[in-house]
C-alpha cells in the first residue's frame, strides 16, 4: 500500500473514478477546503479498468506514431493518447517521458475476463504502435 501526500500517479484515480464513480482529485479539494468529501460509490456500468504506457525505445525526438487506427477502433478504449512528431523524448525512466497511453474498461467484470485479459489488451493495443524516434544527441 501506498501512502502519500498527493494523489496516486499514472492516471489511477482515473480508473477509480470510471470502475466505482468516485472522483478522488475532488475529495482531495474537499478535504483540503475542511469538507468530507463523499467516497460512496456509484455504479458507472463498468466493472473493471486497465491502462499501459507507450515508452520511449531511446532518447531523440520523435518522427512519428503510428497503427492508432487499431487503438481508434476497439470499444473498451476509452482513452487513448501519443505524442505528436517532434516531441522530444527522454531517457524511460519515469512516467514524464511516456509517449502515450491506451485505457480500456470491461463492462462485464472479472467473471467475462481476468484482470490479465485487460493487461493483455491493454499491452497489444500498445504494442501494435509503432514508434519512430531519432537519437538527436549525435548531433
Known amino acids: 500500500m501506498e501512502v502519500n501526500p498527493r494523489p496516486a500517479g499514472n492516471q489511477i484515480t482515473e480508473l477509480v473514478r470510471r470502475v466505482r464513480g468516485i472522483d478522488l ?5 474537499q478535504l483540503a477546503l475542511g469538507e ?11 466493472r473493471s479498468a486497465a491502462i499501459a504506457f507507450l515508452l520511449p525505445p531511446r532518447p531523440g525526438t520523435v518522427t512519428g506514431i503510428t497503427g492508432t487506427e487499431a487503438v ?6 476509452v482513452d487513448w493518447a501519443v505524442k505528436p512528431a517532434e516531441h522530444r523524448a ?3 525512466s519515469s ?3 511516456y509517449l502515450g497511453h491506451v485505457m480500456v474498461v470491461d463492462p462485464a467484470g472479472a467473471d ?4 490479465a485479459d485487460r493487461t493483455r489488451l491493454c499491452h497489444t493495443l500498445i504494442s501494435s504502435l509503432q514508434r519512430s524516434v531519432v537519437d538527436t ?3
Open 25 to 29: 482529485p475532488m475529495g482531495y479539494a
Open 36 to 46: 468530507r468529501p463523499d467516497l460512496t460509490p456509484t455504479d458507472t456500468g463498468v
Open 72 to 77: 481508434a477502433a476497439e470499444p473498451r478504449v
Open 90 to 92: 527522454g531517457e524511460a
Open 95 to 97: 512516467n514524464n517521458h
Open 112 to 115: 467475462a475476463r481476468s484482470p
Open 137 to 139: 544527441s549525435l548531433k
